[in-house]
C-alpha cells in the first residue's frame, strides 16, 4: 500500500540524493513508497509487569489523521481531559516545558492562536495533560506530527475515533519510521512564528 496520509507541509519523504549513500538508509528510503503510512490508529493495553504498572492511563494509542484534520482531533480528545489540565510545551531536542494546571478551556483558547504553528512545525512538539495520583491522560503531539495518547476510558477514545472516520490497524506505520525531511515552516508559510524564551 502506497502512503497516503497528508503530511503537513514541512514534512516529506526525501529524494534519493538527499539521504547518504548508505545502503541501509536507502533501502528504508525504498520501503517507505510502499509503507503503510495511512489514516488509522494503534492501540495497546498497559502493561501490569512493565515499567509503566505505576502511571495512572489503562492504554496508549498512537494516531495517523490527514494533517488538515489534526488539530479538529487535538480538541476532540481533549474532551477526555478534565477542566484542569497542562500543557506540554517544546522544540526538538529540548526539554518539554510543562506549564501549570490551568483551566482547559483558556489553554486551548490561548493554543488556537498558533494552530498553524502547532499543527504544522516540524520543530515544535506539544501537548495537553492531566495527571494525579489514579489517572494519567496525556494529548502528545511530536515533530512528526501524528498523535501519541495515554488514556483511561477506552470507549470515549474509540467513539472519538469512530466520530473522525478512524480505524484500528494493526500493522500502521508511521512517518518517523522512515527518513524525513523536515523544513522550517518559514519556507512554506510567511506567518510570525512562536517566539521561545
Known amino acids: 500500500m502506497k502512503p497516503t496520509l497528508?503530511?503537513?507541509i514541512t514534512i516529506r519523504f526525501p529524494e534519493e540524493n538527499e539521504v547518504p549513500m548508505n545502503s541501509s538508509v536507502l533501502e528504508r528510503l525504498r520501503e517507505s513508497k510502499s509503507a503503510n503510512i495511512v489514516e488509522g490508529y494503534t492501540l495497546n493495553q498497559k502493561q501490569i509487569d512493565s515499567e509503566n504498572k505505576d502511571l495512572g492511563f489503562e492504554f496508549y494509542a498512537e494516531i495517523n489523521v490527514n494533517?488538515?484534520?489534526?488539530?479538529?482531533l487535538i480538541i476532540a480528545l481533549t474532551e477526555s481531559l478534565p477542566e484542569v489540565s497542562s500543557l506540554l510545551f517544546g522544540r526538538i531536542d529540548f526539554e518539554i516545558n510543562y506549564g501549570n494546571y490551568e483551566d482547559k478551556k483558556e489553554i486551548l483558547e490561548f493554543i488556537s492562536q498558533?494552530?498553524?504553528e502547532l499543527t504544522e512545525d516540524a520543530f515544535i512538539n506539544f501537548g495537553l495533560i492531566y495527571q494525579d495520583k489514579e489517572n494519567l491522560i496525556e494529548i502528545f503531539i511530536d515533530e512528526s506530527k501524528y498523535v501519541k495518547y495515554?488514556?483511561?476510558?477506552?470507549?470515549?477514545?474509540r467513539e472519538i475515533m469512530g466520530d473522525f472516520k478512524l480505524e484500528e490497524i494493526k500493522n500502521l506505520e508511521f512517518i518517523d519510521e522512515y527518513p524525513k525531511v523536515r523544513e522550517p515552516l518559514r519556507l512554506h508559510n510567511p506567518i510570525q512564528l512562536i517566539q521561545m524564551n
Not at 67 to 72: A, I, R, V
Open 150 to 157: 495515554w488514556g483511561v476510558s477506552e470507549k470515549l477514545f
Open 114 to 116: 498558533y494552530k498553524v
Open 6 to 8: 497528508e503530511l503537513p
Open 67 to 72: 494533517n488538515s484534520n489534526l488539530w479538529n
